[in-house]
């Protein structure tokens, strides 16, 4: 695997489900991202974690949990979501201090 | 006023034309400027990066800023069909803040 890779690509969900997205590295960086990108709007960056340390949150609702266990991991946890958080869920990664960053394929979620 | 502001198009142009993209932006901080590409199905890649106004050529891509004007544009000679895709302007106030500021992208479809 080359990258930053995701899984799953899709998933389908109903609003009472707990699910997890899953987004790994394999370039040696130690900055990951979680965005989200809905149709007609520009991507909104929803978690930053650095040296595997949460250093931004922006204002996302808790029923989404990120995790970084490692610097070539990162998690996000799903659960009691609501239809409008249908999205593309792009994960991203970069060196700290690096304006450069790489994205996975995303997660196309449906929220029914 | 929204920090960056990007026409999401579509965009059709003839195979060999010059396409022309550009993004206005309202905050002076910014300092750094990206173009990112993302095919159908695809997570963003990173296609040009400056820093400073003017023009950066990179093959076929031209970046363009005028910080006065608080404008970038991104220009492709010669437009190939695979050029086809979604290109988002990226806009970063300090290098390596992780917090980057995108446009909705642009749609753009090169016709054979």
């Known amino acids: 695997e080359t990258g930053v890779t995701q899984t799953p690509r899709h998933l389908v969900m109903g609003m009472t489900n707990k699910k997890s997205l899953k987004c790994e590295q394999h370039l040696g960086h130690n900055a990951m991202y979680w965005y989200k990108q809905s149709a007609k709007k520009p991507l909104e960056l929803m978690f930053v974690?650095?040296?595997?340390?949460?250093?931004e949150n922006n204002s996302v609702p808790s029923r989404f949990s990120p995790e970084c266990p490692n610097s070539s991991h990162l998690f996000l946890h799903l659960h009691t979501l609501q239809p409008e958080d249908s999205a593309l869920y792009l994960c991203?990664?970069?060196?700290?201090?690096?304006?450069?960053?790489?994205f996975g394929p995303g997660t196309r979620l449906t929220v029914t | 006023q929204k920090e960056v502001e990007q026409d999401p198009g579509p965009l059709s142009v003839p195979e060999g034309a010059i396409v022309s993209l550009n993004c206005t932006y309202s905050?002076?901080?910014?300092?750094?400027f990206m173009w990112y590409r993302q095919y159908s199905r695809k997570g963003p890649e990173l296609l040009m990066y400056t820093y400073s106004s003017g023009n950066k050529e990179d093959g076929r891509f031209t970046a363009q800023v005028d910080k006065s004007s608080k404008y970038i544009s991104l220009f492709i000679r010669d437009s190939q069909p695979s050029d086809s895709a979604t290109y988002l302007c990226?806009?970063?106030?300090?290098?390596?803040?992780?917090?980057?500021?995108f446009g909705k992208g642009n749609q753009v479809v090169v016709i054979p």
């Open positions: 905050n002076s901080a910014f300092q750094y």
């Open positions: 974690y650095s040296l595997e340390e949460r250093v």
């Open positions: 990226a806009l970063s106030a300090e290098v390596g803040n992780n917090r980057l500021a």
């Open positions: 991203a990664s970069s060196q700290r201090g690096s304006d450069e960053q790489y």
